[in-house]
């Protein structure tokens, strides 16, 4: 079964999320609490999307799933935080808005960072949802986010730049593998992890998916526009980055992007009609102008 | 029962902790692993004790109260690796070693804090631990570290540095109870808490002794000996910042310290001469010269 369409279960899922986390952060004290609303809001959410719709499939409760959707989000939202940091990336523009840094100042924005990374642990293990449920979700959580996962991407990110060689493919896919594909595996392995299901398939998925999504990226930085995309673009190129783009050029990177979009919608097969949002969401993913 | 002296018992957590942390950090990757194995090297371990005494008060295997003890001490790294960057308190010595950022960078300071964040839930949520433990040992770590505890205290404590009026007493201990209470809290009650009894003397016994920690820390900023405390003192005042010492002045800081250690002692009577260790650790600290 296959109840909405793709676009209107990411906007649902946005909305949910949305209002989620605006109740959980609506209180927080402080310009650090600001500074956490700013940047929790906004984005596509595709994060969200891809636990609730996998939860979705395996049969979980959308309520329950609510929590791992905003666990994720906080962890995307802080990881965004840090990476703008003039000692990181050193972006004053996100999402359409300026960033924590610019808008507030660093401190403000590592110690907002900090807490939303905390935040998105209060989330995974709410007591809303079972005990081994609540663990399971914040070990895997933790992995997915540390020094062997998102971390370890963004410091191969940082050091890439100042390599004297430029990066080879394997290397920017193992870079990518970190610093999108394992935040994108937890969310769409968080379905059948809380129904107690075999992840498997979901994994296969979600490891194409990041790839052809971030080679989208590496396309959009070349082609796309600014005011769409709310973000700085062309930097990869100024910057002297390896890319997915300056490796393969243009056309054979979209072609990667769109083999490996198929590749994630294949890894679905096992269930049938009823992934079909999460199909779309790939293919939307290597189409996105944004 | 009492095993062992609070000296013993203090080097002896220092020891299991610092051994369980070598071991999980060995492998880690890059210079963010080499920059994590510095920031979690070193330092008291009183925050591990804590977690193993009360643990032990409770009858909790020592094995499963390893894994909380190097949960608060990851958390304990990731936040001093943070307060030291330049766009926070900017210090360049702790535990007698160059802090992060000078050793390495401060792309590398921010991935090595946000890295041992992640690695505090790994640790709170370990599977060798029971799934109900886990579950709650990393829940009320989030709620300990985020933007109502450890952080806000940071916050307030940042935000001190460049108001136009000193703090009042009430101010600098709220401040306190976030930047060291809530860790010291989460540390005395994990022993309760993964026993499911009651937290409460041990929340009172750990609320006193972290006061009278900082002030201790206020005292040893006036007149301790920097290559002994293996830290940059004197510089609140240089800073011009409120501090227990400038608003009581010194005498009257040391018999609120006291009194304090005196508060921590007399909460833990319900546990008899067993507590021995915590009420030495309260004496401790109020005595200490580093």
Redesign the interface.
């Known amino acids: 079964m296959r109840p909405v369409s793709f676009d209107a279960a990411l906007a649902a899922a946005a909305e949910a999320v949305g209002r989620g986390l605006d109740s959980l952060l609506a209180d927080?004290?402080?310009?650090?609490?600001a500074a956490?609303r700013h940047a929790a809001g906004g984005g596509k959410r595709l994060r969200a999307f891809l636990v609730l719709e996998s939860a979705r499939l395996h049969g979980v409760d959308p309520a329950q799933a609510l929590w791992p959707a905003m666990a994720i989000e906080a962890m995307h939202a802080?990881s965004l935080v840090?990476d703008d940091?003039p000692?990181?990336d050193d972006d004053d523009l996100r999402r359409g808005l300026p960033t924590v840094h610019v808008k507030w100042?660093?401190?403000?924005a590592?110690?907002?960072?900090?807490?939303l990374?905390?935040?998105?642990?209060?989330c995974?293990?709410?007591?809303e949802?079972a005990?081994?449920t609540?663990?399971?979700l914040?070990?895997t959580?933790?992995?997915a986010?540390?020094?062997?996962?998102m971390?370890?991407g963004?410091?191969?990110d940082?050091?890439a730049e100042t390599a004297e060689t430029p990066l080879t493919i394997d290397q920017i896919t193992a870079l990518q593998a970190g610093k999108t594909g394992a935040l994108f595996e937890w969310s769409a392995m968080a379905g059948p992890r809380m129904a107690g299901a075999d992840p498997d398939p979901l994994r296969r998925y979600a490891q194409a998916f990041g790839l052809a999504f971030q080679i989208a990226d590496d396309i959009l930085d070349v082609e796309g526009d600014e005011a769409r995309a709310g973000k700085r673009l062309k930097k990869d190129g100024a910057a002297g980055k390896a890319t997915f783009v300056s490796l393969l050029g243009l056309e054979p990177a979209r072609a990667r992007a769109a083999e490996l979009a198929e590749a994630a919608c294949d890894a679905l097969s096992p269930y049938g009609a009823g992934a079909g949002n999460l199909q779309d969401a790939a293919r939307f993913a290597i189409s996105r102008r944004s």
Do not use: K, N, W
């Open positions: 927080m004290p402080g310009e650090v609490g956490m802080y840090h940091l000692a990181m100042d660093e401190a403000t590592i110690l907002a960072g900090d807490a990374q905390s935040l998105a642990f209060e995974a293990a709410h007591p949802l005990p081994a609540r663990a399971d914040a070990l959580l933790a992995q986010a540390g020094a062997r996962g971390v370890l963004q410091a191969m940082i050091a």
